[in-house]
């Protein structure tokens, strides 16, 4: 659900009721699934471009490999 948000149409699972009363409605309104299609297609190009995911991935990867500026644990230190 997180992922449509506003740009597709939900019902709880299993909820048969509520899928019976959905698809009716989608059948018969072309305007509303054309609506609901473009909104959809701009979802995706904002959010889940191939590249754009990679490259958040790629920065959140960074970050946990960066040593931290103001570490809580000294480093041990060897008895010589």
Request: aromatic share 6%; no cysteine; hydrophobic share 45%.
């Amino acid at each position: 659900m997180e992922t449509i948000e506003d740009a597709g149409f939900t019902f709880r699972r299993g909820d048969v009721l509520a899928l019976q009363r959905m698809l009716p409605l989608l059948l018969s309104d072309a305007r509303l699934r054309a609506a609901a299609g473009s909104r959809a297609q701009e979802r995706v190009r904002q959010n889940y471009q191939w590249e754009q995911v990679v490259g958040e991935l790629a920065e959140i990867y960074a970050d946990m490999l960066r040593p931290a500026k103001h570490s809580l644990i000294a480093p041990s230190r060897r008895a010589a």
